[in-house]
T-cell receptor
Framework: AQSVTQLDSHVSVSEGTPVLLRCNYS??????LFWYVQHPNKGLQLLLK??????LVKGINGFEAEFKKSETSFHLTKPSAHMSDAAEYFCVVSDLRNAGNMLTFGGGTRLMVKP | NAGVTQTPKFQVLKTGQSMTLQCAQD?????MSWYRQDPGMGLRLIHYSVGAGITDQGEVPNGYNVSRSTTEDFPLRLLSAAPSQTSVYFCASSSRTGGYEQYFGPGTRLTVT
């Protein structure tokens, strides 16, 4: 079985300051991990993915995440927040052995960016 | 290339009514899935398919049926709608050759009164 815990349901930062969204996962196998972003009333967009290559993964819009197996974490960071980053972010785990590539989602973190 | 399309965008049903949410993809992906999104719970898998003619249950399948007669289409049927099925529904597709990256449709917002 696999599971994902996003440690903060809401994060508020000021524009221009760093962003840290925390994610811990549980998987009985070497997982694939993803971060998705959802802007209000929109669908989901893939930010970045880890699939057992480099542990530091760079994504779109300046986001990156580091896979730490010893800590079972996959935290999302960005050096400087922009107003357009305000959205909900989902950490997702997938065990590619599962038929259908089923995804398990965390509960989401809503990022608010103050001017 | 339209990607993953879903219809309708919005729907209101009365308790006990049935309906079908449509999902289509034009990327020749073998995998397709249905998820529901509820506040604070992320997305939960309802049903999925690994190819035409093959479907299986996900985490929350009760009250929903699916079929996959073609690679392109994966409709989700609500047999007898209940207020607990009020949610936003997302369809997704992926392929092994694409590194299993899931592509999501724009969603259907369903309200059951």
């Amino acid at each position: 079985a696999q599971s994902v815990t996003q440690l903060d349901s809401h994060v508020s930062v000021s524009e221009g300051t760093p962003v840290l969204l925390r994610c811990n996962y549980s998987s009985s196998y070497s997982p694939s991990l993803f971060w998705y972003v959802q802007h209000p009333n929109k669908g989901l967009q893939l930010l970045l993915k880890y699939t057992s290559a480099a542990t530091l993964v760079k994504g779109i819009n300046g986001f990156e995440a580091e896979f730490k197996k010893s800590e079972t974490s996959f935290h999302l960071t960005k050096p400087s927040a922009h107003m357009s980053d305000a959205a909900e972010y989902f950490c997702v785990v997938s065990d590619l052995r599962n038929a259908g590539n089923m995804l398990t989602f965390g509960g989401g973190t809503r990022l608010m960016v103050k001017p | 290339n339209a990607g993953v399309t879903q219809t309708p965008k919005f729907q209101v049903l009365k308790t006990g009514q049935s309906m079908t949410l449509q999902c289509a993809q034009d990327m020749n992906h073998e995998y397709m899935s249905w998820y529901r999104q509820d506040p604070g719970m992320g997305l939960r898998l309802i049903h999925y398919s690994v190819g035409a003619g093959i479907t299986d249950q996900g985490e929350v399948p009760n009250g929903y049926n699916v079929s996959r007669s073609t690679t392109e289409d994966f409709p989700l049927r609500l047999l007898s709608a209940a207020p607990s099925q009020t949610s936003v529904y997302f369809c997704a597709s992926s392929s092994r050759t694409g590194g299993y990256e899931q592509y999501f449709g724009p969603g259907t917002r369903l309200t059951v009164t």
